[in-house]
Nanobody, 125 residues
Framework: QVQLVESGGGLVQAGGSLRLSCVAS????????MGWFRQAPGKEREFVAA????????YYADSGKGRFTISRDIAKNTVYLQMDSLIPEDTSVYYC??????????????????WGQGTQVTVSS
C-alpha cells in the first residue's frame, strides 16, 4: 500500500512563495506519474500540475503556468511543487496523487490511484 504525505503548506502574503513536498512510501517502484491538485472551500478539486516519474515531462493547468514548477527526486520518492508569485486565489488545500499507469489526460483526478491527506495553503492579500 502506498502512502503519500504532503508538507510545506502555510500562510503567505500575496507575491510570496511556498514549496510543497510529497513523500511516497510503500510500493513506489511502479509509479507512472505524480500530480498535484487543489480544492478551495465550496469548489471542486482541480488539477494543478503533473510529472511523469521516469521521463520528467511536466503538465500544468493554465492557472499555474509561469508561476508553479513541479519536480521530483526519484531517489527520495518525493515530488515537489514550487509556487511563486502566489495570489489569494491560490488559497486551497493541496493534494498530491500517484498514478500507476498511463491513462492519458493528467488533469482527470479519477486517473490517479493514491492520494495524500492534503496540506493547507493560505495566501493573504
Amino acid at each position: 500500500q502506498v502512502q503519500l504525505v504532503e508538507s510545506g503548506g502555510g500562510l503567505v502574503q500575496a507575491g510570496g512563495s511556498l514549496r510543497l513536498s510529497c513523500v511516497a512510501s510503500g510500493r513506489t517502484f511502479s509509479t507512472y506519474a505524480m500530480g498535484w491538485f487543489r480544492q478551495a472551500p465550496g469548489k471542486e478539486r482541480e488539477f494543478v500540475a503533473a510529472i511523469i516519474w521516469s521521463g520528467g515531462s511536466t503538465y500544468y493547468a493554465d492557472s499555474g503556468k509561469g508561476r508553479f514548477t513541479i519536480s521530483r527526486d526519484i531517489a527520495k520518492n518525493t515530488v515537489y511543487l514550487q509556487m511563486d508569485s502566489l495570489i489569494p486565489e491560490d488559497t486551497s488545500v493541496y493534494y498530491c496523487a500517484e498514478r500507476l499507469a498511463y491513462r492519458g489526460r493528467y488533469y482527470i483526478e479519477t486517473g490517479y490511484d493514491y492520494w495524500g491527506q492534503g496540506t493547507q495553503v493560505t495566501v493573504s492579500s
